[in-house]
């Protein structure tokens, strides 16, 4: 059975930095590519960052140069750094795999 389990949510103010982790199980972690997705209120899911299992990295355009994907196979786990954490990145992230997603961490932006 395929697990993601979501990590490092919370509060951060403007400017600040916050990183999210991601723990899988239940198949092969380094064959496979891992995407950041979000949720804001009100709104729909929004693709956030991708990493292929050569290592190449994805970012939608307004995360470009403050967030960082990041992937360590031994340990089935992968990251994305935040940082300028901005009003706008306030939203759920759940992590996505072989089709399956974790619960979702909250990024609560607020000075």
């Known amino acids: 059975e395929v697990q993601l389990v979501e990590s490092g949510g919370g509060l951060v103010q403007p400017g600040g930095s916050l990183r999210l982790s991601c723990q899988a199980s239940?198949?092969?972690?380094?064959?496979?590519?891992m995407s950041w997705v979000r949720q804001a209120p009100g709104k729909g899911l929004e693709w956030v960052s991708n990493i292929d299992s050569d290592g190449t990295t994805y970012y939608r355009e307004s995360v470009k140069g403050r967030f960082t994907i990041s992937r360590d196979n031994a340990k089935n786990t992968v990251y994305l750094q935040m940082n300028s954490v901005n009003l706008e990145d306030a939203a759920v992230y759940y992590c996505?795999?072989?089709?399956?997603w974790g619960q979702g961490t909250q990024v609560t932006v607020s000075s």
């Open positions: 996505n795999a072989v089709k399956s």
């Open positions: 239940g198949y092969p972690f380094s064959s496979h590519a």
